[in-house]
Protein backbone atom coordinates (compact mmCIF):
# COMPACT_ATOMS: atom_id res chain seq x y z
CA UNK A 1 0.00 0.00 0.00
CA UNK A 2 3.29 2.02 0.75
CA UNK A 3 4.17 1.77 -2.84
CA UNK A 4 1.35 2.97 -4.51
CA UNK A 5 0.97 6.41 -2.31
CA UNK A 6 4.33 7.33 -2.52
CA UNK A 7 3.96 8.30 -6.18
CA UNK A 8 0.98 9.91 -5.89
CA UNK A 9 2.50 11.83 -3.39
CA UNK A 10 5.44 13.39 -5.59
CA UNK A 11 3.33 14.18 -7.78
CA UNK A 12 0.95 16.53 -6.35
CA UNK A 13 4.36 17.98 -4.74
CA UNK A 14 5.56 18.53 -8.32
CA UNK A 15 2.48 20.14 -9.46
CA UNK A 16 2.47 22.49 -6.43
CA UNK A 17 5.88 23.79 -7.39
CA UNK A 18 4.69 24.04 -11.16
CA UNK A 19 1.78 25.87 -9.25
CA UNK A 20 3.50 28.30 -7.42
CA UNK A 21 6.30 28.92 -10.31
CA UNK A 22 2.98 30.07 -12.59
CA UNK A 23 1.35 32.00 -9.76
CA UNK A 24 4.71 33.77 -9.37
CA UNK A 25 5.09 34.40 -13.29
CA UNK A 26 1.48 35.51 -13.48
CA UNK A 27 2.08 38.27 -10.54
CA UNK A 28 5.31 39.39 -13.00
CA UNK A 29 3.30 39.79 -15.63
CA UNK A 30 0.56 41.75 -13.84
CA UNK A 31 2.59 43.93 -12.04
CA UNK A 32 4.79 44.43 -15.55
CA UNK A 33 1.59 45.57 -17.37
CA UNK A 34 -0.08 47.69 -14.63
CA UNK A 35 3.95 49.50 -14.69
CA UNK A 36 4.05 49.98 -18.24
CA UNK A 37 1.78 53.18 -18.82
CA UNK A 38 2.45 54.55 -14.89
CA UNK A 39 4.24 56.34 -12.72
CA UNK A 40 4.71 55.96 -9.20
CA UNK A 41 5.31 52.52 -6.91
CA UNK A 42 2.79 49.84 -6.43
CA UNK A 43 2.55 48.68 -2.60
CA UNK A 44 4.13 45.21 -3.14
CA UNK A 45 7.25 47.15 -5.12
CA UNK A 46 7.48 48.95 -2.42
CA UNK A 47 7.57 46.34 0.27
CA UNK A 48 10.35 44.87 -2.19
CA UNK A 49 12.05 48.18 -2.24
CA UNK A 50 12.31 48.06 1.55
CA UNK A 51 13.59 44.43 1.61
CA UNK A 52 16.16 44.66 -1.02
CA UNK A 53 16.94 48.19 -0.78
CA UNK A 54 18.92 47.89 2.35
CA UNK A 55 20.91 44.69 0.70
CA UNK A 56 21.57 46.51 -2.09
CA UNK A 57 22.93 49.39 -0.63
CA UNK A 58 25.26 47.05 2.24
CA UNK A 59 26.79 45.12 -0.92
CA UNK A 60 27.47 48.56 -3.17
CA UNK A 61 29.32 50.35 0.24
CA UNK A 62 31.04 47.01 0.42
CA UNK A 63 32.26 47.40 -2.95
CA UNK A 64 33.42 50.86 -2.99
CA UNK A 65 34.73 49.89 0.52
CA UNK A 66 37.01 47.09 -1.29
CA UNK A 67 37.79 49.10 -4.54
CA UNK A 68 39.26 51.86 -2.04
CA UNK A 69 41.02 49.40 -0.13
CA UNK A 70 42.42 48.03 -3.48
CA UNK A 71 43.43 51.93 -4.48
CA UNK A 72 44.71 52.70 -1.09
CA UNK A 73 46.95 49.69 -1.24
CA UNK A 74 48.49 50.40 -5.02
CA UNK A 75 49.20 54.06 -3.51
CA UNK A 76 50.91 52.90 -0.38
CA UNK A 77 53.25 50.95 -2.54
CA UNK A 78 53.92 53.75 -5.05
CA UNK A 79 54.66 55.88 -2.37
CA UNK A 80 56.72 53.45 -0.22
CA UNK A 81 58.95 53.10 -3.82
CA UNK A 82 58.85 56.70 -4.09
CA UNK A 83 59.89 57.17 -0.63
CA UNK A 84 63.05 55.17 -0.71
CA UNK A 85 64.27 57.06 -4.61
CA UNK A 86 64.01 60.16 -2.40
CA UNK A 87 66.15 59.47 0.73
CA UNK A 88 68.42 57.90 -1.99
CA UNK A 89 68.92 61.26 -3.97
CA UNK A 90 68.95 63.40 -0.52
CA UNK A 91 71.81 61.13 0.81
CA UNK A 92 73.36 61.19 -2.35
CA UNK A 93 73.05 65.08 -2.47
CA UNK A 94 74.17 65.45 1.14
CA UNK A 95 77.25 63.21 0.25
CA UNK A 96 77.90 65.76 -2.71
CA UNK A 97 77.08 69.22 -0.84
CA UNK A 98 79.38 67.44 1.91
CA UNK A 99 82.42 66.92 -0.77
CA UNK A 100 81.46 70.51 -3.08
CA UNK A 101 82.02 72.22 0.77
CA UNK A 102 85.15 70.13 1.57
CA UNK A 103 86.22 71.12 -1.92
CA UNK A 104 85.79 74.78 -1.13
CA UNK A 105 88.13 74.98 2.07
CA UNK A 106 90.71 72.93 0.33
CA UNK A 107 90.53 75.48 -2.67
CA UNK A 108 90.58 78.55 -0.21
CA UNK A 109 93.23 76.87 1.97
CA UNK A 110 95.16 76.46 -1.61
CA UNK A 111 95.04 79.84 -2.58
CA UNK A 112 96.31 80.84 0.71
CA UNK A 113 99.07 78.97 0.19
CA UNK A 114 100.14 80.12 -3.13
CA UNK A 115 99.78 84.09 -2.02
CA UNK A 116 101.90 83.17 0.70
CA UNK A 117 104.59 81.61 -1.81
CA UNK A 118 104.66 84.06 -3.66
CA UNK A 119 104.72 86.92 -1.13
CA UNK A 120 107.86 86.23 1.14
CA UNK A 121 111.22 86.04 0.23
CA UNK A 122 111.91 82.57 1.46
CA UNK A 123 111.85 79.06 -0.81
CA UNK A 124 109.04 77.16 0.29
CA UNK A 125 108.17 73.12 0.07
CA UNK A 126 104.58 72.28 -0.26
CA UNK A 127 103.86 69.19 2.00
CA UNK A 128 100.55 67.60 3.53
CA UNK A 129 100.18 66.20 7.15
CA UNK A 130 99.90 62.13 6.34
CA UNK A 131 100.22 61.13 9.77
CA UNK A 132 99.07 61.96 13.60
CA UNK A 133 99.65 60.30 16.93
CA UNK A 134 95.96 61.02 18.38
CA UNK A 135 97.65 60.33 22.26
CA UNK A 136 100.01 62.85 21.46
CA UNK A 137 98.10 65.60 19.38
CA UNK A 138 99.90 68.65 20.17
CA UNK A 139 103.29 66.65 19.85
CA UNK A 140 104.47 65.89 16.40
CA UNK A 141 102.64 65.26 12.73
CA UNK A 142 104.41 63.27 9.53
CA UNK A 143 104.44 65.27 6.23
CA UNK A 144 104.59 63.73 2.71
CA UNK A 145 107.78 65.17 2.56
CA UNK A 146 111.86 64.20 3.37
CA UNK A 147 115.19 64.54 1.85
CA UNK A 148 114.75 63.82 -2.01
CA UNK A 149 112.52 67.00 -1.41
CA UNK A 150 115.08 68.63 -0.23
CA UNK A 151 113.85 69.17 3.38
CA UNK A 152 116.07 68.80 6.24
CA UNK A 153 116.50 68.64 10.34
CA UNK A 154 115.51 71.51 11.85
CA UNK A 155 113.99 73.66 8.90
CA UNK A 156 111.06 75.40 10.13
CA UNK A 157 107.21 74.60 9.23
CA UNK A 158 104.85 77.17 8.89
CA UNK A 159 101.16 77.55 7.71
CA UNK A 160 99.26 80.54 6.17
CA UNK A 161 98.43 81.46 9.69
CA UNK A 162 101.35 80.73 11.09
CA UNK A 163 104.75 79.19 12.30
CA UNK A 164 103.86 75.78 14.08
CA UNK A 165 107.14 73.76 14.61
CA UNK A 166 110.36 72.43 13.28
CA UNK A 167 111.65 69.47 11.25
CA UNK A 168 112.78 66.78 13.91
CA UNK A 169 113.47 63.67 11.71
CA UNK A 170 113.76 62.67 8.17
CA UNK A 171 113.39 60.37 5.85
CA UNK A 172 113.87 60.05 1.90
CA UNK A 173 110.26 60.52 1.43
CA UNK A 174 108.48 61.87 4.65
CA UNK A 175 109.56 63.87 7.82
CA UNK A 176 108.39 64.23 11.59
CA UNK A 177 107.09 67.62 12.61
CA UNK A 178 107.82 68.83 16.41
CA UNK A 179 105.10 71.56 17.50
CA UNK A 180 105.15 74.24 19.44
CA UNK A 181 102.91 72.62 21.45
CA UNK A 182 104.95 69.79 22.17
CA UNK A 183 104.99 69.25 25.90
CA UNK A 184 107.78 66.27 26.67
CA UNK A 185 110.81 67.83 24.53
CA UNK A 186 109.88 71.35 24.20
CA UNK A 187 110.42 73.66 21.38
CA UNK A 188 111.98 77.45 22.21
CA UNK A 189 111.36 80.62 19.77
CA UNK A 190 113.05 83.71 20.35
CA UNK A 191 110.00 85.85 20.14
CA UNK A 192 109.06 89.66 20.31
CA UNK A 193 106.19 91.93 20.07
CA UNK A 194 104.96 92.99 16.83
CA UNK A 195 103.38 96.17 17.54
CA UNK A 196 106.38 97.37 19.90
CA UNK A 197 109.58 95.75 18.43
CA UNK A 198 111.71 97.35 21.28
CA UNK A 199 115.27 96.19 21.53
CA UNK A 200 116.00 94.06 23.59
CA UNK A 201 112.54 92.87 24.65
CA UNK A 202 112.68 89.40 23.38
CA UNK A 203 111.42 86.43 25.05
CA UNK A 204 111.12 82.89 24.58
CA UNK A 205 108.02 81.00 22.98
CA UNK A 206 107.35 77.44 24.25
CA UNK A 207 104.42 75.20 25.40
CA UNK A 208 102.26 76.35 28.05
CA UNK A 209 102.41 73.29 30.27
CA UNK A 210 99.51 74.03 32.63
CA UNK A 211 97.03 74.61 29.28
CA UNK A 212 97.53 71.94 26.56
CA UNK A 213 97.06 73.35 23.09
CA UNK A 214 97.97 77.28 24.27
CA UNK A 215 101.46 78.46 24.40
CA UNK A 216 103.31 80.90 26.40
CA UNK A 217 106.27 83.63 25.97
CA UNK A 218 108.43 84.02 29.04
CA UNK A 219 111.79 86.10 30.04
CA UNK A 220 110.35 89.16 29.29
CA UNK A 221 111.73 92.39 30.90
CA UNK A 222 109.66 93.32 33.51
CA UNK A 223 108.95 96.85 31.99
CA UNK A 224 108.53 94.88 28.17
CA UNK A 225 105.56 96.88 26.43
CA UNK A 226 103.10 93.69 25.98
CA UNK A 227 99.53 94.00 25.99
CA UNK A 228 96.24 91.42 25.57
CA UNK A 229 95.61 91.38 21.97
CA UNK A 230 99.57 91.96 20.57
CA UNK A 231 100.63 89.78 18.21
CA UNK A 232 103.78 87.61 18.70
CA UNK A 233 106.16 87.45 15.94
CA UNK A 234 109.59 84.91 15.91
CA UNK A 235 112.68 87.65 16.41
CA UNK A 236 115.06 85.53 13.99
CA UNK A 237 117.63 85.05 16.84
CA UNK A 238 118.74 81.22 17.80
CA UNK A 239 118.96 80.46 13.92
CA UNK A 240 116.54 77.97 13.21
CA UNK A 241 113.43 79.93 12.67
CA UNK A 242 113.38 83.11 10.29
CA UNK A 243 112.48 86.18 11.52
CA UNK A 244 108.86 87.77 11.20
CA UNK A 245 106.50 84.59 11.08
CA UNK A 246 103.43 84.92 13.40
CA UNK A 247 103.55 83.05 16.22
CA UNK A 248 100.07 83.97 18.30
CA UNK A 249 98.27 86.44 20.30
CA UNK A 250 98.61 87.69 23.81
CA UNK A 251 95.47 86.58 25.84
CA UNK A 252 96.74 87.15 29.48
CA UNK A 253 99.83 88.66 30.97
CA UNK A 254 101.18 88.19 34.70
CA UNK A 255 104.68 88.49 36.40
CA UNK A 256 106.95 85.71 37.46
CA UNK A 257 106.94 84.78 40.95
CA UNK A 258 109.52 86.90 41.65
CA UNK A 259 108.40 89.79 39.90
CA UNK A 260 111.99 89.94 37.42
CA UNK A 261 110.51 89.30 34.21
CA UNK A 262 106.86 89.57 32.29
CA UNK A 263 105.25 86.41 30.48
CA UNK A 264 101.92 86.21 28.19
CA UNK A 265 99.97 83.36 27.89
CA UNK A 266 99.22 83.15 23.94
CA UNK A 267 96.93 81.21 21.26
CA UNK A 268 98.57 79.97 18.65
CA UNK A 269 97.87 81.93 15.16
CA UNK A 270 97.77 78.33 13.45
CA UNK A 271 95.40 75.96 14.32
CA UNK A 272 96.80 72.82 15.77
CA UNK A 273 93.72 70.47 15.98
CA UNK A 274 93.59 70.80 12.58
CA UNK A 275 97.16 70.78 10.15
CA UNK A 276 96.31 69.51 7.08
CA UNK A 277 99.15 71.81 4.42
CA UNK A 278 102.08 73.17 5.53
CA UNK A 279 105.20 74.87 4.20
CA UNK A 280 108.78 73.78 5.02
CA UNK A 281 111.19 76.83 5.63
CA UNK A 282 114.43 76.87 3.49
CA UNK A 283 117.26 78.25 4.85
CA UNK A 284 118.53 81.60 2.82
CA UNK A 285 122.10 79.75 2.90
CA UNK A 286 120.42 76.63 1.92
CA UNK A 287 118.21 77.31 -0.62
CA UNK A 288 120.53 77.54 -3.97
CA UNK A 289 121.40 73.85 -2.48
CA UNK A 290 118.11 72.47 -2.94
CA UNK A 291 118.64 69.29 -5.59
CA UNK A 292 116.83 70.32 -8.94
CA UNK A 293 115.99 66.69 -9.17
CA UNK A 294 114.10 66.55 -6.27
CA UNK A 295 111.03 67.67 -7.86
CA UNK A 296 111.45 65.05 -10.95
CA UNK A 297 112.22 62.21 -7.87
CA UNK A 298 109.06 63.14 -6.39
CA UNK A 299 106.43 60.13 -6.02
CA UNK A 300 103.21 60.05 -8.05
CA UNK A 301 100.82 60.52 -5.20
CA UNK A 302 102.27 64.17 -3.57
CA UNK A 303 99.64 66.98 -4.19
CA UNK A 304 102.89 69.48 -5.38
Known sequence: MKSVLVPKKKKKQHYKRIGILLLVLAVLLVLAASTAHRQGVSFPEEVLQVIVAPVQGAFQRLTVTVKEFAATLKNFRQLKQENEELRQK???????????????????????????KEATTYDLIAAEVIARDPARWFDTVTINKGSIHGVREKMAVITTDGLIGNILAVTP???????????RRGVA??????RSREPGEVGVVENDPG???LL??????????????DTIISSGLGGVFPKG???????ETGVDELG??????????ANFNRLEEVFVVVPQEDAIDLPEEAEMEEPEGDAY
Open 90 to 116: LAEAITLEARLNELRKENARLRRMLEL
Open 173 to 183: TTAQVLLLTDS
Open 189 to 194: VAAMVQ
Open 211 to 213: KPG
Open 216 to 229: RIKDLPREANILPG
Open 245 to 251: FVIGYVL
Open 260 to 269: LTQYATLQPA
